[in-house]
């Protein structure tokens, strides 16, 4: 399962298709269709239209009436930007917005999966360098959260 508009999203796809035997599912989430010649046009991929901001009934509600099942790795490459009055423009709502969809995308599948999640990779669009505070290597879940920066809201999950 992931989502696939964005680059990430169409090179992480690419590369699950590129091994089928591993892949043999792929579920994947836009908001749009599959744009002809893209890797989520590809026949083996199962597209659900759903906006990731709707909330988690209308999410859950679009992936149950495509017979969503058996999901068990999780590639979240969603990313809403903020940039109507310029690129820096309206962060805070920006991080909260992010903050749920993928909140909201991880509750939809906790249930759907019931504790056969193996894995869920988060990419958030910017690299961690200590930007926002000492990072300690490695991460660990008992680690203090990060209650500040663009993807506090985000990485707390």
């Not at 591993?22 to 908001?31: C, D, G, K, M, Q």
């Not at 490459?77 to 920006?94: C, F, I, P, R, V």
């Amino acid at each position: 399962m992931l989502t696939e508009t964005s680059q990430a999203g169409q090179h992480t796809l690419r590369v699950r298709l590129s091994h089928p035997e591993v892949w043999t599912t792929i579920y994947a989430l836009s908001r749009k269709p599959a744009s002809a010649g893209t890797s989520a046009a590809d026949p083996k991929v199962k597209h659900i239209s759903t906006d990731l901001l709707a909330g988690v009934n209308s999410i859950r509600s679009a992936m149950a009436s495509d017979g969503v099942k058996d999901v068990d790795h999780n590639f979240f490459t969603a990313h809403k930007e903020n940039s109507d009055e310029g690129l820096w423009s309206g962060q805070k709502e920006m991080w909260d917005e992010n903050g749920k969809m993928f909140e909201d995308f991880l509750i939809v599948f906790e249930r759907l999966q019931k504790g056969r999640r193996k894995r869920v990779v988060l990419q958030t669009g910017s690299k961690h360098y200590g930007h926002f505070g000492e990072v300690l290597a490695p991460c660990r879940e008992e680690d203090p959260r990060l209650d500040d920066g663009p993807y506090a809201e985000t990485l707390s999950f």
